[in-house]
């Protein structure tokens, strides 16, 4: 569906390659997790699969074809590839959280029956019909977050990217989140994310790919990934809970020390 072949990008300012010589796909269907460490260039590849950042080194298709770099290629690319941003600060746009959520709507050009029904149904999936008349400067950040995830999701994108999907969000808003991806994927949307949420990851994804230093150093499924001790040790991302539980149960008799370390990845507690 997505592929990158061979892709450098370095950011304006800087000298060295934020990505390097990085290929990657996405295919139709991969529940894909995108995890490595802060900075090494997990947003920068949404962003350049979304059109925001034009690689200085390689091509990147969608559907086959090389993605264009012009006004009108750009908006035809956004309405198959959605991208919610790590910071729903700079997604947001219009003035209230009914605005904010039909004016991607309106841009489509949808009738204004259809795009009431989205809009209410959208409001209802992410519990914001309470707050649908409130000011987005009056929310707090954890209801950014799921204004800026129900605005994409509305438009039903053919691709869905998530920057830190999980962030801010409560343990209830996970839940629905989780529930709001499985619905969205039965209609056909294929949908990637990028996160430091390893339980989320464990919980929902069937493929992990691993960014260290601008690069693809990983990929596999999530059981694969976090048996590789080059990359829960290695690259210091750690491992699900469920995982270290697990283990932790199955090395020796579990005593309350070995299950708080397992909190913390299998590292030992101070
Ligand atoms: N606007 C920018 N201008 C210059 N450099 C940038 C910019 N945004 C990111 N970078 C640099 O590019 C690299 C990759 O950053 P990126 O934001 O893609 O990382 P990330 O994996 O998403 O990190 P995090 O887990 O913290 O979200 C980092 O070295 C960062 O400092
Ligand atoms: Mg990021």
Redesign the pocket.
Known sequence: MLEFDNIEYT?P??TTP?IKNLSWQIPVGRRCALI?R???????LFRLANGLYQPQKGVIRYQGKPLRYNRKSLSDLRQKVGLVF?NPEQQLVATTVIEDISYGLCNLGVSEGEMRDRVRATLADFDLEDLAHTPINYLSLGQKKRVSIADVMVLAPQLLLLDEPTAYLDPYQVRQLRRMLNQIEKKGTTIAI?T?NLDFVYAWANWVCV?DRGQIVAEDTPEGIFRRSEVVEGLGLGCPLAMSILEALHHDTPTEQALKDALFFQGKLD
């Open positions: 950011y300012c800087n934020a490595g802060n900075g090494c260039g997990k947003t920068t790590q990028a430091h960014v």
